[in-house]
């Protein structure tokens, strides 16, 4: 893997680091577009909770031969990406991230002659955040896909309570999801895959 200053994406179907404004070397994979496919535009996807881009592999590259540059990334304190697990260093943190990695994609098509921006694809957390981020004027995608988004959150008002006190006197201090990880998927293989996987986190 190579770090990069600034916001260059990969041009294979390989992997590398680009460096946030504050720092954070962010993990980058992009599946460009296979030969003899005709090019119809570009796609970024963010992924959920606990886990990281490399989980979306084959969604990538059946994206990928259907004409579109996929393009995906671990979000901060995920999978390959720098940070705590978990941790949020400020509110629009995964907003900032998403939209630099969003625009970088977006002028790499223009200058391939795309004409309109990225499709962009959020699943779970990922969903909440390019939903916050297309409806708060962060991105402007061609169309927003969102997979069983965190729109809303269950969590019961004494933890709720908990949780933001915590956020006070630890903000650094990684808490469990307590995400049900038996749910995640009909099909077991799945889930025994999630809970093997060396970078999800809880």
Do not use: Q
């Not at 957390?125 to 927003?144: D, F, K």
């Amino acid at each position: 893997m190579r770090v990069r200053l600034g916001c260059a994406l990969v041009t294979a179907d390989t992997s590398e680091a680009i460096r946030l404004p504050d720092g954070t070397a962010t993990f980058v994979r992009a599946s460009p577009v296979p030969d003899g496919v005709a090019r119809r535009g570009s796609i970024l996807m963010v992924h959920g909770l606990g886990e990281h881009s490399g989980r979306y592999g084959r969604v990538a590259d059946r994206l990928a031969t259907l004409g579109l540059e996929v393009c995906g990334y671990d979000l901060r304190g995920h999978g390959r990406s720098e940070g705590g697990r978990g941790a949020i260093p400020h509110d629009d943190a995964l907003l900032e991230d998403l939209r630099i990695v969003f625009d970088d994609l977006d002028r790499r098509g223009r200058a391939a002659g795309d004409d309109s921006a990225p499709l962009l694809l959020g699943h779970s957390l990922g969903g909440a955040i390019a939903a916050a981020a297309t409806t708060g004027g962060w991105v402007a995608p061609r169309a927003l896909i969102l997979s069983s988004p965190a729109l809303a959150l269950h969590v019961s008002r004494p933890r709720a309570a908990l949780l933001a006190l915590a956020r006070r006197l630890i903000p650094d201090r990684a808490l469990p999801n307590e995400l049900p990880v038996e749910k995640l998927s009909h099909e077991r293989a799945e889930v025994d895959a999630y809970r093997g996987d060396e970078l999800v986190h809880d």
